[in-house]
């Protein structure tokens, strides 16, 4: 079981709901099934009882149990006793409407921009480490540092790529969104701002906010060279003064867009004179699939605190990541991490060290399978939805879409219908923006690709046979999307 969600906190989640365009109850049924849909209420969670949470909302309690009611019978919320159902995802045998379109038992998950593992070279690393871990047994086993193989293996892989480290300073973390996590931690108070790219990763967004920092969004503009409007992010930086600057600038989730070495370097020197900490988020670094050469950030700034993980190169499964920065930094973020945690599992670390040492042998052949699925991707979308305007990536897993009219949204909650599971395109920003654009992952083969892309048009389909089906799942409302 995963626990509960209390009426407070679904609230918070459901932001501005209720427009008064449809009975209360339908609204407050779509929005719970779009935020389940889009993973910012987890699967298998209680909601609030149709009382607490009737109260919260100020609704009458015939109200909330209709919309709970609604979604028992689309299959988001489980039977459960009394009202206390729990969050689910409904499995379909056929379409709901869509003759002739086969859909396998389930959904096809493409809210996740994640690989299987590297199967015989992770295996082989655990089987390793099996081996190195009766040394370690006499031992407490608490290490908030992290194992000093894993953090040599680490900063021996940062000085071969041109940015001289030391193990002391790495600090070896449970992925990259807990050392994102111990970042703001440790850097920003609340209320205080943090940079982002706008679109940018739904879970560091998530964070922000978790840490009560105010997310300060610059937009990536659609379709322009160079790919960052580094003239808006300096005048961000001089104006506002956020704190810290959370970028992703190798194939950037969602665009695939990669930062030139000239962008860096004016970013970390505008950063420095503002006092913002860059934070760099590195972990798609390593699926470069064009070749392109850059520089990590941290080579053109010591100040430049670093993230990365072996999740998307290897497997998500291994959740290990890192901090790299300069050892002041680290000492603040060992005193927060301890806070959170005491430290890693032991065994992960021991076969992650084995992974970043040999980081490049199951490299060839996943990229080349990731370019055979872009490529797939690219071609599918071209014939099947001509109408959308496609950002070929560069690197990393994932295309963004641009749609023909506002309706990120609804595909969202349609998709299931016809086999699929989707993150909406206001997912990955602030404010409402992106309802026209969705992120589409290039991870699953071919084959699934195909019927992903059948099923995506499908929706699409529905939707333009039915314009007021749009207006009813809300997605004719301006993107707010604000660029300082």
């Not at 299987?116 to 190195?132: K, Q, S, Y």
């Not at 030391?166 to 209320?191: D, E």
């Amino acid at each position: 079981m995963s626990g509960s969600l209390n009426p407070t906190a679904l609230v918070r989640l459901l932001g501005s709901w209720n427009s008064g365009a449809l009975p209360a109850y339908r609204e407050l049924a779509d929005v719970v099934r779009l935020l389940v849909m889009d993973g910012r209420i987890p699967l298998d969670v209680a909601l609030p009882s149709e009382r607490a949470l009737a109260r919260t909302l100020g609704l009458s309690r015939t109200t909330v149990t209709a919309a709970y009611a609604s979604l028992r019978e689309q299959g988001f919320l489980t039977a459960g006793q009394g009202s206390r159902g729990r969050t689910c995802i409904p499995h379909r045998t056929e379409p709901a409407s869509a003759p002739g379109f086969a859909v396998p038992e389930g959904l096809l998950d493409l809210a996740y921009a994640s690989l299987p593992a590297a199967g015989e070279v992770v295996h082989r690393a655990f089987a390793d480490a099996l081996t190195e871990l009766p040394a370690l047994l006499p031992g407490f086993g608490y290490d908030a540092l992290g194992v000093p193989a894993l953090r040599e293996a680490i900063a021996e892989k940062y000085t071969a790529e041109g940015v001289p480290t030391t193990p002391g300073q790495i600090l070896v973390t449970s992925g990259a969104q807990h050392a994102l996590n111990i970042v703001l931690r440790a850097l920003a108070g609340k209320q205080d701002r943090v940079l982002v790219e706008h679109p940018t990763y739904p879970n560091a967004l998530d964070a922000i906010r978790a840490a009560g920092c105010k997310p300060l969004p610059v937009a990536l503009p659609w379709g322009t060279s160079p790919a960052w409007d580094i003239d808006a992010m300096v005048a961000t930086m001089n104006q506002q003064r956020p704190a810290m600057a959370y970028l992703v600038p190798d194939f950037h989730n969602p665009t695939g867009r990669i930062m030139s070495d000239l962008q860096r370097r004016r970013l970390t020197r505008a950063a420095a004179a503002s006092g913002t900490v860059l934070v760099v988020d590195e972990t798609l670094r390593g699926l470069n699939l064009d070749g392109v050469r850059t520089a990590p950030m941290s080579s053109f700034s010591p100040a430049v605190v670093s993230i990365g993980s072996l999740s998307k190169s290897h497997w998500a499964g291994l959740r290990t990541g890192w901090i790299r920065a300069d050892e002041s930094l680290i000492a603040r973020f060992i005193a927060t991490r301890t806070v959170m945690d005491l430290g890693g599992p032991v065994v992960e670390q021991l076969a992650a060290a084995r992974l970043v040492r040999s980081f490049a042998e199951p490299l060839d052949a996943r990229l080349e399978e990731l370019r055979h699925n872009r490529e797939s991707l690219l071609g599918l979308l071209a014939e099947h939805l001509p109408s959308w305007e496609v950002e070929r990536p560069r690197g990393g897993l994932t295309a963004w879409c641009r749609l023909p009219t506002p309706c990120s949204t609804a595909l969202t909650v349609l998709a299931p219908d016809f086999g699929v599971r989707l993150a909406a395109g206001p997912r990955f920003g602030v404010g409402g923006a992106f309802e026209h654009y969705l992120r589409v992952p290039y991870t699953l083969p071919a084959e699934q690709l195909e019927f992903a892309v059948g099923a995506l048009r499908a929706a699409q389909d529905k939707l333009d046979a039915s314009p007021h089906l749009r207006r009813t799942l809300k997605t004719e409302r301006p993107a707010a999307v604000a660029v300082a």
